[in-house]
């Protein structure tokens, strides 16, 4: 069982930058797929960025492409979402989550574990 605990969040300005992290446990990590999901309240949970088992290997949501990078550090058991030029609509509670496969990187439904999410609040 892995269990994932994400931090980082808060209240930045539009323009800004915040850098979240995801701190894994419970399982061998660089053995798991890691994605970040955003979702706000009323909305699915969709799609920001996934990372390979050892970081080679990246995908992007096209509204991030450009300003966010996902990062891990498989000796810290850490993964991590960069996030620049922050605008509002990026608002909404980051999750990251864990499978074991490459496929569907983008399909919430594909992975296996879940943090509990961090409140991003961008200011305009």
């Known amino acids: 069982q892995v269990q994932l605990v994400e931090s980082g969040g808060g209240l930045v300005q539009a323009g800004g930058s915040l850098r979240l992290s995801c701190a894994a446990s419970?399982?061998?990590?660089?053995?798991?797929?890691m994605g970040w999901f955003r979702q706000i309240p009323g909305k699915e949970r969709e799609f920001v960025a996934a990372?390979?088992?050892?970081?080679?290997?990246?995908v992007y949501a096209d509204s991030v492409k450009g300003r966010f990078t996902i990062s891990r550090d498989n000796a810290l058991n850490t993964v991590y979402l960069q996030m620049n030029s922050l605008n509002p609509e990026d608002t909404a509670v980051y999750y990251c989550?864990?499978?074991?496969?490459?496929?569907?990187?983008?399909?919430?439904?594909?992975?296996?574990?879940w943090g509990q999410g961090t409140q991003v609040t961008v200011s305009s």
């Open positions: 419970g399982g061998t990590f660089s053995n798991y797929v």
């Open positions: 990372i390979g088992w050892s970081g080679g290997s990246t």
């Open positions: 989550a864990a499978k074991r496969t490459i496929v569907a990187l983008a399909s919430r439904h594909s992975y296996d574990y």
